[in-house]
């Protein structure tokens, strides 16, 4: 491999590139923009679009597209050639400015929750000039934005670059009252990390359920798993091995902090992770990790599998979202001080947070929720559907002193005070990690693990950036107008501790008395997609994210009808796929083995020799497959009774046809145990897993 200093987003056109190849004049221009948020002239774009285009075509680029995050969860874009006619038949290479700063994309064709009709085609893509453009299999990619005719936003970005907006104003209105008037900008920061399968290409293509769902609908639990803990952090094999790097080449050229790689807890599933960046380009990166996965496995005879839960009985597949704030100055707001001022600030941002996050837990837990994160949350892999926040022992001890009005420590005898009182130095790392924790505090920043693996990272935190935006705007209203700034902090602090404590939460998520708790306590257990995604439809939830100027009323309640729409294609589509496998596949090759058995226990009857296994074989396989055909056919009309009302749809497949998929898929498991391999028509977990 190359030397990595001198590969490192060699593929990107960076601000170095910018100020190598723009005129001072027009850098300055761009960089205002960044700034300010200033518009660009068309002179300037026209300048900054020949720049792009003749380092893109260096880089043997022949197209250009639009690169835009639409409510797919994925990318999209179509590719443009640089090419334009000339008077004598020739071509030219061309990129206007105009082309650079718009696209016009069909917006009927994507996901939009009603704000388009099929008529309505119309819509346009916006350059993002904060988020650098690439080249990648022969196109310069332009991050964009996505928004219709009338200007509603259709896609993912739009909506968090406008929390991202909102978070750094208010955050720098607090900061302002601690006496810094050195920083411009709050940005939310986030690391992702990324957990995935691996399979052989072979296998994949054998199995209908991973090709059209991507997580396998029926499978007996093999002799072994992960019960031995053998393959966490273990020896990589070399196969793999060779994908990871042939990863790392791929995403170091992008610029993307690819950092840390290991196996993970199950048979075949592994992890890559980056370091923290600002969240816009931590979302965008997220995003083309992903494919750059899918396409590095292909090129290794491998399938890259990002379903939240491919395999029963085995630990499925999330996305840590490490979220925290810095300023444009380099200080992390949620790293404790060793100052009176420092630690009151920090204690400031700490309240404003669980205040949020207690106020607004449907809504983070909506902003995670689909078909695939219903089987993996709460699973014993990752977190409960019960939003909580684990602080540790330490910060916990200092959160109840001041709910309390008692000592911190034994040593020191006076009252805890904000502003006043020195707290102890709280280094990183001070308390245990609680995996079982849905948003764990680690030391400057908060990792939230109920992200699923196939999800985009941008609407959880967009509602991050929203809920600390609208805690900070509360905090800077009565912190600005107070005559006694520390009886003032002293007093927020206070009571957003006091009146939010209830989410925190120190102990075992997956216990059962934790859920009882949690109950007792008022908080919000929303197991499955169709009563999480409620939180779309309340008006407190409503009211935050149009008062912040997030969404418009009609934007947010789009996102409702898309996941809603969502979740009912794709339990639809696995229920049908499961429907198929069964009656093409699992019950001829049970029926055949019945078959086999029957004839040996006739020989064996003409010899007058008993046949005990193979009659009492005969009889399980027998009723079992009757069964698995009566069900498939109930299933089969109930698919077709599907309700046209988008709720009543939702919560038909939810309670009726996930229900009988399961029951499908223990007549078809225990099919796959009783019948010899020989006659069984894909790979069994034992294959796929253990290859």
């Known amino acids: 491999m190359e030397h990595i200093p001198d590969i490192f987003g060699i593929d990107v056109f960076t601000e170095d590139q910018m100020k190598q190849r723009l005129s001072a004049d027009v850098y300055n221009k761009w960089r205002s923009c960044i700034q300010s948020g200033t518009p660009l002239e068309l002179s300037t774009a026209n300048e900054i679009a020949e720049a792009m285009k003749n380092w893109a075509v260096e880089k043997g680029a022949t197209h250009y597209t639009h690169w835009f995050q639409p409510m797919t969860g994925i990318t999209a874009g179509k590719h443009e050639a640089f090419i334009e006619p000339t008077e ?40 993002d000039p904060t988020a650098y453009a690439f080249v990648r299999d022969g196109s ?73 769902t991507g997580r396998t609908l029926f499978g007996a639990v093999p002799p072994k798993g992960q019960e031995l803990d053998d393959h966490y952090y273990g020896s990589i094999r070399n196969r793999v091995s060779q994908f990871m790097q042939d990863l790392d080449d791929k995403l170091w050229r992008l610029g993307i902090l690819s950092k840390t790689k290991h ?169 245990d990690r609680n995996r079982t924790s849905p948003l764990a505090f680690t030391g400057n920043k908060f990792e939230f693990r109920m992200v699923g693996a196939s999800q985009s990272i941008a609407e959880p935190n967009i509602i991050l950036n929203t809920i600390m935006a609208e805690e900070l705007w509360i905090f800077a209203d009565e912190l600005e107008q107070a005559a006694d700034f520390d009886a003032a902090l002293q007093n927020l602090v206070y009571k957003a501790f006091k009146n939010h404590h209830r989410i925190l939460f120190n102990g075992n998520g997956y216990s059962d008395t934790w859920a009882k708790e949690a109950k007792i306590r008022g908080l919000s257990n929303l197991a499955t997609t169709a009563d999480a995604l409620s939180a779309y439809l309340k008006k407190e939830n409503i009211h935050l994210v149009t008062k912040r100027n997030i969404f418009t009323k009609e934007e947010f309640h789009a996102r409702y009808e898309i996941y809603m729409d969502s979740y009912r294609k794709t339990i639809s589509i696995e229920a049908k796929t499961a429907v198929d496998m069964a009656l093409h596949q699992i019950l001829p090759a049970a029926l055949a083995y019945t078959k086999s058995l029957c004839e040996t226990a006739s020989v064996k009857a003409a010899f007058n020799a008993k046949a005990s296994a193979e009659i009492s074989l005969i009889q399980t396989l027998s009723e079992t497959t009757d069964n698995l055909y009566t069900k498939c056919v109930a299933l089969q009309d109930n698919l077709a009774s599907i309700p046209e009302d988008l ?43 253990f290859y």
Request: hydrophobic share 40%; with cysteine; proline share 5%.
């Open 140 to 212: 310069l990619y332009i991050p964009t934005c996505f928004f219709s005719y009338n200007g509603a936003a259709l896609d993912k970005k739009t909506p968090l670059l406008r929390s991202i907006r909102e978070v750094s104003r208010e955050a720098v209105r607090i900061l302002r009252l601690f006496g810094d008037d050195k920083t411009q900008k709050v940005i939310p920061c986030v690391g992702a990390e990324q957990e995935y399968f691996l399979l052989p290409k072979t296998m994949y293509a054998q199995r209908e359920d991973l090709r059209l």
């Open 263 to 431: 196996n993970e807890a199950a048979p075949c599933q592994h992890e890559l992770a980056p370091i923290y960046t600002d969240v816009n380009s931590a979302c965008d990166d997220n995003q083309l990790m992903m494919q750059i996965m899918k396409k590095v496995a292909a090129k290794h005879d491998l399938v890259c599998l990002l379903h939240e839960k491919p395999f029963y009985g085995v630990n499925g597949s999330g996305k840590h979202n490490n979220w925290s704030l810095a300023t444009d100055t380099g200080r992390n707001l949620f790293s404790p001080g060793n100052t009176p001022s420092q630690n009151a600030q920090f204690l400031v941002f700490l309240a404003a947070f669980i205040s949020g996050i207690d106020k607004y837990q449907e809504l983070l837990r909506a902003s995670v929720a689909g078909a695939g994160n219903d089987h993996r949350l709460g699973a014993c892999e990752a977190p409960p559907a019960i939003i909580s926040i684990f602080l540790g022992d330490e910060l916990d001890a200092i959160v109840k002193s001041i709910i309390e009005g008692t000592d911190y420590t034994e040593a020191k005898k006076s009252v805890l005070r904000i502003g006043v009182d020195i707290l102890p130095e709280i280094p990183r790392d001070t308390t």
């Open 647 to 689: 709720e009543e749809s939702v919560r038909y497949c939810q309670n009726i046809i996930v229900s009988q998929m399961g029951s499908i898929r223990a007549d078809a498991d225990l099919l796959e145990k009783l019948t010899a391999k020989s006659y069984w028509p894909y790979p069994t977990y034992s294959d796929l897993l």
């Open 88 to 127: 004598n038949g020739k071509v030219i290479l061309s990129f206007s400015g105009k082309s650079l700063v718009s696209g016009e994309p069909d917006a009927s064709s994507f996901p939009n929750g009603g704000l388009r009709a099929t008529f309505e085609a119309r819509g346009y893509t916006a350059w």
